[in-house]
């Protein structure tokens, strides 16, 4: 199945850093990258994703790279601020199965604490 | 946007007894709900796919005959902890692909349910 390697595991950045994630995958069928923001005891939030026909896409202060060669994906926060502060993970969606009757099933990373302090 | 409930938000029982959390698609229809469970400090993992109508597929190293999950409706779907142990105490995630999601392939999360298994 599919394997996601997310680093760094903490991440400690001053307040107007940049924050940059990342994210490796196995399956080169994967073809749908989604980031989540979780904060303690939410449910979470979706912020940003990339489809496999796009090597780049930005949303005001995120952005999330793709690079499928290489199978790896990551996320950028510039000019961080301290309600940034969550766990963020990413996440591979795989393609249906073979029959065409599973949807492809989303695999997320370990997750990353972000801690942007004022 | 897709609004996803779950209920209850947390629960406490006994050793022994069963627990049923209801996931509901509250203004889409969802033809596809997954189960999740996280443990503190850990990623979302896969429990189990949820097709209304059909049985549900459950990960490896999942139970079938504990986690009974039933989708009767499109925008139902349970998940009964039965015989619930302490090792069973987690926080239980689901989501919902709705008919419009499964092209965007975008997975709608509900709140969450904390389980307390004393």
């Known amino acids: 199945g599919e394997n996601v390697e997310q680093h760094p595991s903490t991440l400690s950045v001053q307040e107007g850093d940049s924050a940059v994630i990342k994210c490796t995958y196995s399956?080169?069928?994967?073809?749908?990258f989604p980031w989540y923001k979780q904060e303690l005891g939410k449910r979470p939030q979706l912020i940003i994703d990339?489809?496999?026909?796009?090597g780049e896409k930005k949303d005001q202060r995120i952005a999330v790279t793709l690079n499928k060669t290489a199978k790896h994906f990551s996320l950028h926060i510039t000019e961080t601020q301290p309600e940034d502060s969550a766990v963020y993970f990413c996440?591979?969606?795989?393609?249906?199965?073979?029959?065409?009757?599973?949807?492809?099933?989303?695999?997320f990373g370990q997750g990353t604490i972000l801690t942007v302090h004022p | 946007g897709a609004v996803v409930s779950q209920h209850p938000s947390w629960v406490i029982c006994k050793s022994g007894t069963s627990v049923k959390i209801e996931c509901r698609s509250l203004?889409?229809?969802?033809?596809?709900m997954f189960w999740y469970r996280q443990f503190p400090k850990q990623s979302l993992m896969l429990m189990a796919t949820?097709?209304?109508?059909?049985?549900?597929?459950?990960e490896q190293g999942v139970e079938k005959d504990k986690f009974l999950i039933n989708h009767a409706s499109l925008t139902l779907s349970t998940l009964t902890v039965t015989s619930a142990h302490p090792e069973d105490s987690s926080f239980y995630i689901c989501?919902?692909?709705?008919?419009?999601?499964?092209?965007?392939?975008?997975?709608?999360f509900g709140p969450g349910t904390r389980l307390t298994v004393l």
């Open positions: 989501s919902a692909l709705g008919l419009a999601g499964a092209a965007s392939r975008e997975q709608f």
């Open positions: 399956d080169s069928a994967s073809n749908y």
């Open positions: 990339i489809r496999s026909n796009v």
């Open positions: 996440a591979v969606h795989g393609p249906p199965n073979a029959g065409g009757t599973s949807y492809g099933k989303l695999t």
């Open positions: 203004d889409f229809q969802a033809t596809t």
């Open positions: 949820s097709n209304e109508g059909s049985k549900a597929t459950y």
